[in-house]
């Protein structure tokens, strides 16, 4: 069974950083696509940034570009963000995400089939 598990939320100031993890089990993911979404209150779940099986091609979010690192290491089937200069805007729930077929990386939500549960990230001004 695939299970994702997202770590390293928090309370952090404007400006401030936070590395968030995404722990995959239940098989190797050294091919498959990897992203994180965000979802803040009363809006819909967002592409936050995405990195193929190999690591070597990445994604953004235009407004995260730059502040925002996206990296994975396969050996230890875990996926990470790292989040610099963080924005009041960057507050809502993280979630990791994997997409079960071998494809091409892709910002579409309907892309990716196994999820985490969240991790709630809060940015004060």
């Known amino acids: 069974q695939v299970q994702l598990v997202e770590s390293g939320g928090g309370l952090v100031q404007a400006g401030g950083s936070l590395r968030l993890s995404c722990a995959a089990s239940g098989r190797t993911f050294s091919r498959n696509s990897m992203a994180w979404f965000r979802q803040a209150p009363g809006k819909e779940r967002q592409f936050v940034a995405g990195i193929g099986g190999s690591g070597t091609n990445t994604y953004y979010l235009a407004s995260v570009k730059g502040r925002f690192t996206i990296s994975r290491d396969n050996a230890k089937n875990t996926m990470y963000l790292q989040m610099n200069s963080l924005k009041p805007e960057d507050t809502a729930v993280y979630y990791c995400?994997?997409?079960?077929?071998?494809?091409?990386?892709?910002?579409?939500?309907?892309?990716?089939?196994?999820w985490g549960q969240g991790t709630q990230v809060t940015v004060s001004s």
């Open positions: 995400a994997a997409d079960l077929d071998v494809g091409v990386l892709s910002p579409g939500f309907g892309n990716y089939d196994a």
